[in-house]
């Protein structure tokens, strides 16, 4: 049974010390910064960075609460109610964040919109499977671009040959993403809007820290 979604598991962006993004983390890793003094929260507030500490942040939960509800995921507990940051920028932390986008079925199925690469249909995930566009019978191996959502009839036509044997055509060449497909679906959601005043071209490849190993695919 999957555990209910709270406001413990929401993603805050890091920065570092000179406002460049990190990571993201889930809230909890984020107060535990916030509580120890190793960050702050920063917010953007009339184009301006605000910046707090946990104490004031704490203060200011009750107009937040009073005017901004829906601008904030909540965590309550037995003696208050405090609203998650969106951003929280480390104070003695300067690494840059390597430029790496993992190679797993999660970001592969966001750059291709869960859309079969055959047919150009949607399905949700539990209808769609990877497959080789070189096979691994024929030498193909786990990469970018030999990697691709296809729906179980087409992945099934397809079998054991590539695109050209099976007169098959790819809907868009594969490609490694620039940046991080999660990264770009979680923007579309109004309350990340804050995040894109930190995240400029350099650092579209943030690491997510809940993001799962390589999985297993389809045979073909």
Partial sequence: ???????????VLVLNKH???VRVVDARRAFTLLFRESAEVV?????????????????AAEFQHRFELDDHDWVTTTSFVIAV?????????DRLPREVVK???????????????????????RELTLDHVVPRVQGGGNTWENLVCACVRCNARKG?????????HLIRPPIKPRRNPAIVVRLGQ????????????????????DAPSPTTTSPD
């Fill in 103 to 125: 190679l797993n079925r999660r970001n592969i199925y966001t750059r291709d919109a869960s859309k079969c690469q055959y047919c150009g249909s949607h399905f949700s995930s």
């Fill in 43 to 59: 917010s953007v507030e009339a184009s301006a960075y605000v910046s707090y500490d946990i104490r004031s942040w704490a203060e």
């Fill in 1 to 11: 049974m999957n555990t209910p979604h709270t406001g413990l598991d929401t993603k």
């Fill in 190 to 209: 109004s309350r990340y809007q804050s995040w894109k005043t930190f995240l400029d071209e350099a650092y579209w490849t943030i690491d997510l820290s």
């Fill in 160 to 168: 054991g040959r590539t695109p050209k044997q099976a007169q098959m």
């Fill in 19 to 21: 406002y460049s993004a």
């Fill in 85 to 93: 940051p969106k951003v929280i920028r480390l104070l003695g932390y």
